[in-house]
């Protein structure tokens, strides 16, 4: 059994959920998965992947994760109650092999009760496909490249910069993921004065004591699509619905959904002030950064009181460079997720399951970094784009 807690998803599908509970609890939607490495036969394990999503589907919630759920400041009551009585329901998702030998995997049904799917879904077919074509995983490897990474990050100089793992969803498997956390923590060190900042894995936060960390993602800003008053203001009508939800708190407003020039159109002197900072998911780090902190300059607000952080496909390397180039100009952070958990020296999956539809219309990312957008209605698209002012091939 791959996912044996309710608990082993991201944050940030907690925090979503609660929005959806209080302000869209009769919203519809559609979610599809894609695998971007090309054709990469996963056909052969759709039987063990419905069994484990069986399995998925029969769990509920414990009294100690509920009571943990309970004690964040952000998690109101009426949520925890509800999600006491929160069960997965297997009727929402399809999984089809392709002539292909690709397969199809469709989540269809209330918002409410399908936004748990994705995080542990993507983690069962990570963990299925590796433990069939790597029968004996060379963890020797795994962790000498995780020694590589923990010498590079306590490098002298370096003291004050701090990792998060975000790497639920591409984990080769539950119990890699484990170690490399427990190596993590020990070595790293966690509170103010580890590099360890925390995980946006609540399971794992709540079993080693760690920091949960997250926000919102890429679904709920295409959900308000459909969901708000006019296309144009939907960018404006997610952030403002979620101020409303969290009252200033779980501040970090998602930069990439609608590209990066139309959310600085939207985030402004008001949203600057309110929002503690902002993700980088797609496009330049280093020129998002450098506009974002111009921006905050620009609106007369201080850069060294917020936070940018970088959460796209992030390698320690990386991860240093951006905080050589930035520290003391803003508050910095990262999530570093596939190059953490899926680093044994095989190719990783490149997996995902986007929202495609909701309440019956199409909805859609326009990314900062070609290819990682996911919609088949083009006539939509193109509409998006025109009305977000975004250039076509993205």
Same mark, same amino acid.
């Given at each position: 059994?791959?996912?044996?807690?309710?608990?082993?998803?991201?944050?940030?599908?907690?925090?979503?959920?609660?929005?959806?509970?209080?302000?869209?609890?009769?919203?519809?939607?559609?979610?599809?998965?894609?695998?971007?490495?090309?054709?990469?036969?996963?056909?052969?394990?759709?039987?063990?992947?419905?069994?484990?999503?069986?399995?998925?589907?029969?769990?509920?919630?414990?009294?100690?994760?509920?009571?943990?759920?309970?004690?964040?400041?952000?998690?109101?009551?009426?949520?925890?109650?509800?999600?006491?009585?929160?069960?997965?329901?297997?009727?929402?998702?399809?999984?089809?092999?392709?002539?292909?030998?690709?397969?199809?995997?469709?989540?269809?049904?209330?918002?409410?009760?399908?936004?748990?799917?994705?995080?542990?879904?993507?983690?069962?077919?990570?963990?299925?496909?590796?433990?069939?074509?790597?029968?004996?995983? +060379? @963890?020797?490897?795994?962790?000498?490249?995780?020694?590589?990474?923990? $010498?590079? &990050?306590?490098?002298? #100089? *370096?003291?004050?910069?701090?990792?998060?793992?975000?790497?639920?969803?591409?984990?080769?498997?539950?119990?890699?993921?484990?170690?490399?956390?427990?190596?993590?923590?020990?070595?790293?060190?966690?509170?103010?004065?580890?590099?360890?900042?925390?995980?946006?894995?609540?399971?794992?936060?709540?079993?080693?004591?760690?920091?949960?960390?997250?926000?919102?993602?890429?679904?709920?800003?295409?959900?308000?699509?459909?969901?708000?008053?006019?296309?144009?203001?939907?960018?404006?009508?997610?952030?403002?619905?979620?101020?409303?939800?969290?009252?200033? +708190? @779980?501040?970090?407003?998602?930069?990439?959904?609608?590209?990066?020039? $139309?959310? &600085?159109?939207?985030? #402004? *002197?008001?949203?600057?002030?309110?929002?503690?900072?902002?993700?980088?998911?797609?496009?330049?780090?280093?020129?998002?950064?450098?506009?974002?902190?111009?921006?905050?300059?620009?609106?007369?607000?201080?850069?060294?009181?917020?936070?940018?952080?970088?959460?796209?496909?992030?390698?320690?390397?990386?991860?240093?460079?951006?905080?050589?180039?930035?520290?003391?100009?803003?508050?910095?952070?990262?999530?570093?997720?596939?190059?953490?958990?899926?680093?044994?020296?095989?190719?990783?999956?490149?997996?995902?399951?986007?929202?495609?539809?909701?309440?019956?219309?199409?909805?859609?990312?326009?990314?900062?970094?070609?290819?990682?957008?996911?919609?088949?209605?083009?006539?939509?698209?193109?509409?998006?784009?025109?009305?977000?002012?975004?250039?076509?091939?993205?």
């Amino acid at each position: 059994m791959i996912i044996t807690s309710l608990l082993d998803t991201d944050l940030y599908k907690f925090t979503m959920m609660q929005v959806v509970l209080h302000q869209f609890p009769g919203a519809q939607v559609e979610y599809k998965f894609k695998c971007r490495n090309p054709g990469v036969p996963l056909a052969p394990f759709v039987k063990e992947i419905r069994e484990e999503i069986r399995s998925l589907c029969s769990l509920t919630f414990k009294e100690g994760e509920l009571q943990y759920l309970r004690s964040m400041r952000f998690i109101k009551s009426d949520f925890v109650d509800f999600l006491g009585l929160f069960k997965l329901n297997e009727k929402y998702i399809e999984v089809t092999p392709l002539p292909s030998g690709e397969i199809d995997i469709t989540i269809q049904g209330p918002w409410l009760h399908t936004i748990l799917f994705e995080i542990p879904v993507l983690a069962i077919v990570n963990e299925v496909f590796f433990r069939n074509t790597q029968k004996v995983p +060379d @963890l020797m490897e795994g962790r000498r490249r995780l020694d590589t990474k923990i $010498a590079q &990050l306590q490098s002298p #100089d *370096l003291e004050t910069l701090k990792i998060a793992d975000y790497g639920t969803r591409r984990r080769f498997s539950r119990a890699w993921h484990e170690e490399v956390l427990r190596v993590l923590s020990a070595r790293l060190g966690t509170g103010p004065s580890g590099q360890l900042a925390g995980t946006s894995n609540v399971y794992y936060a709540y079993l080693l004591g760690l920091t949960p960390l997250g926000t919102m993602a890429h679904e709920y800003l295409q959900a308000c699509q459909a969901l708000g008053p006019r296309l144009r203001d939907s960018q404006i009508f997610a952030f403002e619905s979620w101020a409303k939800e969290y009252r200033g +708190d @779980l501040g970090i407003a998602l930069s990439d959904v609608y590209g990066f020039n $139309a959310f &600085l159109r939207d985030f #402004d *002197l008001y949203f600057c002030k309110l929002f503690d900072g902002a993700r980088h998911d797609s496009g330049d780090p280093f020129s998002w950064a450098e506009r974002m902190i111009a921006h905050y300059q620009h609106n007369r607000v201080d850069p060294k009181t917020k936070t940018l952080i970088f959460s796209d496909g992030l390698t320690i390397p990386r991860t240093i460079e951006l905080f050589e180039q930035f520290r003391g100009r803003c508050q910095l952070a990262f999530g570093v997720g596939t190059n953490l958990t899926n680093d044994l020296g095989y190719e990783p999956l490149q997996i995902v399951i986007k929202m495609t539809r909701c309440n019956g219309q199409p909805v859609a990312k326009l990314s900062d970094s070609p290819g990682k957008g996911m919609c088949d209605d083009e006539k939509y698209l193109a509409y998006l784009r025109q009305v977000f002012e975004v250039a076509p091939g993205t």
